[in-house]
């Protein structure tokens, strides 16, 4: 996973500065168009291309395959199946509370507007999700589950990328390796001063857990 990322960082950068006229190769898939670079700073493109890297690694954590990696696990738990076949919320809660995947940080499973069972951290990457059935077919409820809470995501991008990561959800709460960041007024795009150091800025959005809204900034040294 390291190496995988490492060449992903590696390869956006370099493209972000061939746009720009650093360097000579033909990366136009991953490159920012010549209208984005025309006015813009090498600082600016960089962080943008970062804030891309950003996302792709988000999108990797809740990934299909993780759903399907869960939904294949607990269809071999006779003792889940008849629980939710059941509809006891008791014994649903036991036999969930397994471990999956040996290294979710939460597991939720909901039928219709009624959540059976809810166990792990609260704040964590937006839940891969699939539907559970039955053998004979019968829909047993909708799967939700996430491997990364959101200070690893935050950590991860930090290491991968040199960077400076932000997340905060809609109710104010703040997930950062950068304490000096946590609280302030951070742009979209442009450039801040923080405790005397100059930080290009790139923000987007992303979905928590249940897919509400999360605002995330990448901040890269100026």
Known sequence: MRAKLGILVATA?????????CGEADTASV??????????????IRVDTLAQVAQRIYAHEHARVVAAKTIKHLRAEPALIRA?????????R?????????????????????????????NVVQAAQAELRAPDGTDLGLVQV???DLIGFVKLVDRETGTRMVVRDRNGHVETAFKAA???????????????SSYWVRGFQEGDFVGRPLQVWVLDPA
Not at 13 to 21: D, N, P, S
């Open 13 to 21: 950068v370099l493209a972000a500065l061939i746009a720009t006229g």
């Open 31 to 44: 490159a920012p168009s010549a209208s984005h670079v025309a006015g813009t700073s090498v600082g600016q």
């Open 84 to 92: 939710l076949e059941s509809g006891n919320k008791r014994k649903i």
């Open 94 to 122: 036991a036999e969930a509370r397994k471990p999956v995947l040996g290294h979710e940080v939460r597991i939720r499973v909901v039928r219709g507007s009624q959540v059976l069972m809810d166990a792990g951290l609260p």
């Open 146 to 148: 996430s491997i990364q």
């Open 182 to 196: 946590a609280n302030r007024a951070l742009p979209q795009s442009g450039k801040v001063e923080i405790r005397g």
